[in-house]
């Protein structure tokens, strides 16, 4: 689970076998047909030659568009995603589509609405605040944490949910009478929840694309935390290292045992090129790794793909470190499944493979110091910033010892 988020701000290719058509500048709102009837919208603003993703304080650029007489293909820059339609001057209708998982949803962008959900009654309920939130409460296997930090003015909402593996992202919505609506899209991930609000509770469905939906419940708890993401991923007992071998992006074999890691702190990163919050985590880590980390310290990425060739999986690796520059090496280390027991069987020291990101810091003797399980990204605003303290912290301290 998972831009900021300003994410990936890029120019658009845009190629036109008719230049006389064109998008119309300006703002347009998109809606994705989830389930149940239910309409995920978001905003999309056209600017000349790009067009940007709205979702609260977050940006999102496509980057790149071809037109083709009244036909629209639409693709995100790092993520397999694609916007495929007919358009008209003010209007965009088809579908989106995730090719590798069989994912398709039905959309349509009007130009000129610039409201994300149509109001009807004016706010009976307030969410401002803090939550304490459960997902699939009845459902032992799927039940899960999570804490919800919303923000309301008026009846917008804006905001994020955090759970043990990851956050849901920058979330922008409204209050209509005791209705709370909350969508974000961010080219790999539709979100929408919607939940009936009184004084004490919150009471709702979350939406995931169009293939996944589970009840939530939530009360107010300004005091409510979730569990130290430290403590939840560990070695199993009898295994004393960490230990690999998979190959580049250029078909190279690479294992810890390399001269590249030898007398480094190494920073290993369990993620998938299809994930936003290993997006998210990767660009911090590049930046990182380009302005301060000490010469001494290794990164390395470990992809789990659900692309369903070695080829594709290949590809959308070359794509993430070409288009955020990454200064590291990424590893192909399963594709065909993004599947967490499979992803475990060849990390079978760890207890779990819990979440995409997982991150594990080894010290210069090979001996593993944290493993962080999960990523607070921008949206969380001080869970960020306080993850970056404590981690360049800890790779300053080990980097001197």
């Known amino acids: 689970m998972r831009l900021f988020f300003a994410i990936i701000l890029s120019f658009l290719s845009l190629s036109c076998s008719d230049t006389s058509k064109t998008l119309k500048p300006g703002i347009w709102r998109a809606t994705l047909e989830v389930r149940d009837g239910q309409k995920l919208p978001f905003n999309v603003m056209v600017e000349q030659d790009k067009m940007t993703v709205q979702n609260a304080q977050e940006r999102v650029t496509i980057s790149d568009i071809q037109i083709n007489g009244d036909s629209i293909v639409l693709r995100h820059p790092i993520f397999e995603g694609v916007f495929k339609g007919t358009f008209t001057e003010e209007a965009i209708t088809g579908t989106w589509s995730k090719p590798s998982l069989g994912r398709v949803l039905p959309f349509t962008m009007t130009y000129g609405d610039a409201e994300r959900f149509k109001n009807t009654t004016p706010s009976k309920q307030t969410v401002d605040g803090v939550w304490e939130m459960v997902f699939s409460p009845d459902i032992e296997d799927d039940r899960y944490i999570a804490k919800g930090i919303f923000s309301q003015k008026g009846d917008r909402v804006t905001g994020n949910i955090q759970t043990t593996t990851g956050d849901y992202r920058f979330l922008e919505g409204t209050v209509t009478g005791d209705s709370l609506k909350l969508s974000t899209f961010d080219g790999a991930h539709a979100f929408l929840f919607v939940a009936k609000v009184t004084d004490t509770a919150l009471n709702g469905i979350f939406y995931s694309d169009s293939h996944w939906k589970e009840p939530f419940v939530g009360t107010p708890n300004s005091d409510y935390e979730l569990p130290d993401p430290s403590s939840l991923t560990y070695m199993n007992e009898g295994y004393d290292r960490l230990a690999f071998s998979f190959p580049d992006a250029d078909g190279n074999?690479?294992?810890?045992?390399?001269?590249?890691?030898?007398?480094?702190?190494?920073?290993?990163?369990?993620?998938?090129?299809?994930?936003?919050?290993?997006?998210?985590?990767?660009?911090?880590?590049?930046?990182?790794?380009?302005?301060?980390?000490?010469?001494d310290v290794q990164f390395v990425a470990l992809a789990f793909e659900y692309a369903p060739t070695q080829e594709k999986a290949l590809s959308g690796i070359k794509r993430l470190k070409q288009r955020l520059e990454l200064p590291?090496?990424?590893?192909?280390?399963?594709?065909?499944?993004?599947?967490?027991?499979?992803?475990?069987?060849?990390?079978?020291m760890l207890n779990h493979v819990l979440s995409y990101p997982t991150t594990i810091v080894i010290d210069k003797q090979g001996e593993i110091q944290k493993i962080h399980t999960g990523f607070n990204g921008p949206a969380t605003g001080e869970k960020y910033e306080l993850f970056k303290t404590e981690f360049e912290g800890l790779l300053k301290q080990l980097s001197a010892d």
């Open 253 to 295: 074999q690479v294992s810890l045992d390399d001269d590249i890691f030898k007398d480094k702190v190494v920073v290993v990163q369990i993620m998938g090129t299809w994930c936003p919050n290993c997006l998210d985590e990767s660009k911090y880590f590049s930046s990182y790794v380009k302005e301060s980390a000490p010469e």
């Open 328 to 348: 590291y090496p990424v590893l192909l280390a399963q594709f065909g499944t993004s599947d967490k027991k499979e992803a475990n069987k060849k990390l079978p």
